[in-house]
């Protein structure tokens, strides 16, 4: 259902891919053990979640301040491989669920260092 509200970010087709992600994350996170919730799970599913949040929160600002919020986002990208990493060496994810995980955010990653070039591009 496509909301009659529309914002501008919304276009960005790397915030849909980041929003995509972290419902897979979130999914993934629900079958982990009661002792990740307030840790592992927890970190996970706040730093997926963060991708899409610093661009739709950067992205009405200056271009400095987009860029900042597009910085974000990669370090919660980044951060994102890491949590997906201990999920694997924990044996929570298999090693496919990692290595799609990975594909993703690299994916993620390379489209917003390409936004984020072309935000610097307009100065």
């Not at 060496?89 to 594909?103: A, F, G, L």
């Given at each position: 259902?496509?909301?009659?509200?529309?914002?501008?970010?919304?276009?960005?087709?790397v915030y849909h891919k980041a929003m995509d992600f972290a419902e897979i994350v979130d999914g993934l996170t629900k079958q982990f053990p009661k002792k990740e919730l307030y840790a592992l799970?927890?970190?996970?599913?706040?730093?997926?979640?963060?991708?899409?949040?610093?661009?739709?929160?950067?992205?009405?600002?200056?271009?400095?301040?987009?860029v900042k919020h597009l910085n974000h986002a990669i370090?919660?990208?980044?951060?994102?491989?890491s949590a997906s990493t201990k999920a694997y060496?924990?044996?929570?994810?298999?090693?496919?669920?990692?290595?799609?995980?990975?594909?993703q955010l690299s994916e993620i990653t390379k489209m917003l260092s390409s936004l984020r070039k072309t935000v610097l591009a307009r100065k």
């Open positions: 259902m496509k909301s009659v509200y529309h914002f501008k970010f919304e276009d960005l087709q799970s927890s970190q996970f599913r706040r730093a997926s979640d963060s991708i899409a949040l610093n661009i739709a929160e950067g992205y009405p600002g200056s271009d400095a301040q987009f370090y919660s990208a980044n951060e994102c491989v060496r924990r044996k929570y994810i298999s090693m496919d669920q990692n290595e799609e995980n990975r594909r």
